[in-house]
């Protein structure tokens, strides 16, 4: 980038929208997932759509990579700048700018935090329902690009489904409208494909959510097994019994050491922990917890609780949500996974992991969403001990080859980003991948937008399987062909 | 088309035919008929495929010769959309219908394009669960075709559309690729969501093989009302009464038509001790409006708006406004219909999705159409004809496809450069 482009660049956001000193541009090297590191160009801070576009349309004539970046917490490497490219920070963008309750839709700026929509709606008795646990610091933005889940998505679904409509600025600068605040917009579902590309297909400006109503009760249940083996297998009836519970998640032993003794969550120490939350009108819910009660014991729960008040259903979410966290003081270091398996491959996974964790001599805690067979283990080691990084690392790889022969997934909320694109070649056939590669095509041809993630190998845009056709930027000597 | 493509297209009965039956079998091969046109156009030759290579296959040779080519699953919806600028070939997949795998325990099937929804229901009920969506025509309707045309209904609105169902599909694209996405776990964001892409696509990106679903108990219990209503606003008041309150309802639609005041009903479904729970709270919140309890099940009420009996004098149209604006938008429908003095029925979900049946002169109900669109359209909402009288006027089904045309465009260009699946029935020409 040339002194002048920098210039424009810097006229667009203004002084104290640029940041280009080193010693600032470190806080955006890296995301969430610290292990890769890329030291950006520049760092922008719009403040408005115009702005972005003006910026977008710069990067396009220079044909300068961008990666657009919310709050920063995404555990995949998906913010992570790349070689060469400029970061857009949207965190300036953060106005919410409509609510409208009769319609149940609030209009957003991607920098607005999640936990501020359902603060803004709570009032009314409304919240916006994904949930990840980062929830109090990740940006909307941030969740439309990485179709961010939580522990309430078994119920009420994920980023994609409260999504009804997004502004977005293609990655040649041009402004384009997707869905709406009506359903079934005419024409291809262009926000079902945006959201979850990972900053891909261009950055979105403005995002249209719908809001849920609260239900009328919430009832968070505790249940003590003495191994994973019952917890899962108590898991399993209560989804054949026909509930849909709003939450079902599960920690082992390690992660509700690690939780006590970072939250004090008052949990009961055991081998297997169940949390279940059902939600809805108070006869049916009662109704309900009543069979998960008998479901729990009869599977062999030692212990069950309910939650009797707000304060304590609090108490019991904020050791899960602190359980990533909470590893710190229990190990030095440590990989988050996530894979997602069959909820029926759960035992046997599990034990798959815990007879390759002795063999390691790398300790793994799991902490998941077991309602969908959403794993997250994280491996845990100590960097100063020689070899245990790399044991940990092979580990965490050899997890997630356990979930792709299970006939899972290589990530369920987390993102592939930088992390896992090698593993899109063990999930994905060619063909497969090729086929997502053309829909980058048609929404970024020069390739611009986040442009070495997601993908193994990236494709340029012209080539066509069998009829070799040179990309004009190849044989104008700018790109080379992989 | 160039004249060789041309020549290719018209000589079907020579080489590309033998081609054809090489790979399905002579019996898979047959001339069309009458009753295989296509909104108005004849095709040439119906080929039945009974494999995923097969249609790959089939596919990659048609569009090498230029061929146009109209995927078809039960045929129901094949009206849907404006009329294919050509037609060479019908690719049924009326045998490809296998229900390959249902892993209850995991509440997920993986199913092939053409097997019916009746079918996939009934397998699905063996282990008390479904597919939570209500699409017309179960039962010759295919798996395929409903996704291709994002048929719902009004189970919709309490677990969510095909969008939110579908979790993996097969597509094959026209240069014989067969292409995979999502998966078999109902939580995954590895790779672009595809599935989402093509469900409503109309076939006009690829033809989809095979999908994958999440599943839905089916419900222990179920109990339905009817409130009836003395005007659309009282209508509306009542729904969104409904949608701001703690109840937790299955569905709710609402009826509306020139002949009758509105009624609205809901569907509840769950414990027993939750029912009773959920009438009382009802019956508060419609009063003073009589709530009846009703017995005959509600899902055929938008079949019965289909019914055609003078299909030549009647349009159907599926409509999307917002939640509020449904009672302003039935007004508009009285009002326009009246002045084009042509009968009108509708039948409007909480989503503010809804469908509307026209009846009258061919030149009015264009003018009503015409008219209504322009009014919707200027509200953020969208106005779709379905069914219209074979001799009306050239009318686009979809109307506006708003600032991201260009880029469906593109995205078409990327999957079908050169046109082949449906040409010209899908938005902006597409």
């Known amino acids: ?482 | 088309m160039d004249a060789a493509t041309k020549h290719e297209a018209s000589g079907l009965h020579s080489a590309l035919r033998y081609k054809f039956i090489a790979i399905v079998g002579n019996e898979n091969v047959r001339a069309a008929t009458a009753a295989d046109a296509v909104a108005g156009v004849h095709p040439k030759l119906v080929i039945e495929v009974g494999t995923e290579s097969e249609i790959a296959e089939i596919l990659r040779l048609s569009n090498a010769a230029g061929l146009a080519v109209i995927p078809r699953g039960g045929g129901t919806k094949l009206g849907w959309g404006n009329s294919p600028e050509r037609a060479d070939l019908v690719l049924s997949t009326a045998r490809l219908n296998e229900i390959i795998e249902h892993a209850w325990a995991d509440l997920t099937v993986t199913v092939e394009a053409g097997c019916t929804i009746q079918r996939l229901q009934e397998t699905l009920a063996e282990h008390g669960q479904r597919l939570a969506l209500d699409p017309l025509w179960p039962e010759k309707a295919t798996i395929g075709g409903v996704l291709s045309a994002n048929d719902s209904g009004a189970l919709r609105s309490r677990f969510g559309a095909l969008r939110d169902l579908i979790i993996g599909a097969t597509i094959a694209l026209p240069d014989g690729t067969l292409a995979s996405s999502g998966g078999k776990v109902v939580k995954n964001v590895a790779g672009y969501d595809l599935p989402k892409l093509v469900t409503g696509a109309l076939g006009t990106l690829g033809i989809i093989t095979r999908a994958v679903f999440r599943l839905h108990p089916l419900p222990r219990n179920t109990r339905s009302f009817s409130v009836a209503t003395a005007n659309a606003e009282e209508a509306q008041r009542f729904a969104l009464a409904v949608q701001d309150s703690k109840l937790a309802h299955t569905f709710l639609q609402s009826h509306f038509s020139d002949d009758a005041s509105p009624v609205s009903d809901i569907l509840f479904e769950g414990t027993e001790a939750g029912l009773v729970g959920q009438e009382a709270q009802l019956r508060n919140l419609a009063a003073p409006a009589r709530v009846l309890e009703t017995s005959t099940s509600s899902w055929t009420a938008r079949e019965k708006l289909w019914t055609l009996a003078d299909p030549e004098n009647t349009v159907i149209a599926k409509i999307s406004v917002l939640p509020a604006n449904v009672a302003r938008t039935m007004k508009l429908v009285e009002h326009i219909a009246n002045g084009q003095q042509v009968r009108w029925r509708a039948l409007v979900y909480a989503t503010g999705l809804g469908w509307l049946r026209l009846e009258g002169k061919v030149g009015a109900l264009r003018g009503a159409l015409q008219a209504l669109r322009r009014e919707l359209e200027s509200q953020e909402g969208s106005l779709v004809a379905l069914h219209h009288p074979e001799k009306m006027p050239s009318f686009d089904a979809w109307g506006n496809a708003g600032d991201a045309l260009p880029l469906m465009k593109a995205v078409k260009q990327q999957l079908d450069p050169k046109s082949t699946l449906n040409p010209g029935r899908f938005v902006g020409g597409i």
């Open chain 1, 1 to 482: 980038m040339g002194m002048q482009t920098f210039d424009e660049l810097r006229a667009i956001v203004g002084k104290h929208g640029f940041i280009s000193s080193p010693e600032e541009l470190h806080t955006y090297e890296c995301d969430g997932l610290t292990y890769f590191r890329v030291m950006p160009r520049a760092v922008l801070l719009p403040s408005s759509t115009e702005q972005v576009q003006a910026i977008v349309r710069i990067c396009h004539r220079e044909r300068m990579p961008f990666v657009a970046r919310g709050s920063g917490t995404g555990l995949s490497g998906g913010a992570l700048p790349v070689e060469n490219g400029i970061v857009i920070s949207l965190a300036r963008m953060n106005r919410i700018l409509e609510v409208d309750f009769p319609n149940a839709r609030v209009v957003v700026e991607p920098g607005v935090i999640n936990l501020d929509v359902t603060g803004r709606v709570s009032p009314q008795d409304y919240f916006y329902a994904p949930d990840p646990s980062s929830q109090s610091i990740c940006s909307i933005g941030g969740n439309v690009a990485e179709n961010s889940g939580g522990a309430h998505c078994l119920k009420y679904g994920f980023t994609t489904t409260h999504v009804l409509g997004l502004e977005v600025v293609l990655p040649d600068g041009t402004l384009v409208h997707f869905g709406g605040k009506t359903l079934d917009a005419p024409g291809y579902d262009l926000a079902g494909v945006f959201v979850g590309s990972e900053g891909t297909l261009g950055i979105a400006t403005e995002v249209i959510l719908r809001i849920v109503k609260r239900p009328e009760c919430v009832r968070t249940l505790l249940a003590a097994f003495p191994s994973t083996n019952e917890a899962g297998a108590a898991v399993s009836d209560i989804i054949t019994a026909g509930m849909l519970p709003a939450a079902i998640e599960m920690m082992d032993n390690l992660s509700i050491q690690a939780a006590e003794a970072a939250v004090h969550a008052n949990y009961p120490n055991c081998g297997g922990l169940l949390l279940v939350e059902l939600d809805g009108p108070v006869a049916e819910v009662e109704a309900l917890m009543t069979q998960v009660n008998e479901i729990c014991r009869s599977n062999g729960a030692s212990e069950i609780r309910v939650a009797q008040s707000d304060a304590e259903r609090a108490l019991v979410w904020k050791g899960r949500k602190a359980a990533f966290a909470a590893m710190g003081r229990i190990s030095p270091n440590y990989i988050v996974q996530d894979g997602v398996i069959p909820r029926t491959a759960l035992p046997r996974v599990l034990s798959e992991i815990e007879r390759l964790s002795k063999e390691a001599g790398v300790r793994v805690a799991n902490v998941f969403h077991a309602g969908d067979g959403n794993l997250h283990p994280l491996v845990l080691y100590d960097r100063r001990i020689a070899g245990q990084e790399k044991a940990a690392e092979a580990l965490s790889a050899q997890i997630l080859e356990l979930c792709i022969a299970a006939g899972g997934s290589i990530t369920g909320e987390h993102g592939v980003g930088e992390d896992k694109k090698k593993a899109m070649a063990k999930m994905f056939a060619e063909p497969d991948l090729a086929t997502m590669q053309r829909v980058r095509c048609a929404f970024d041809p020069m390739q611009l937008s986040n442009p070495t993630k997601v993908f193994p190998t990236p494709r340029l845009c012209g080539e066509k399987p069998g009829e070799y056709v040179p990309h004009a930027s190849e044989s104008a000597g700018i790109a080379e062909r992989y």
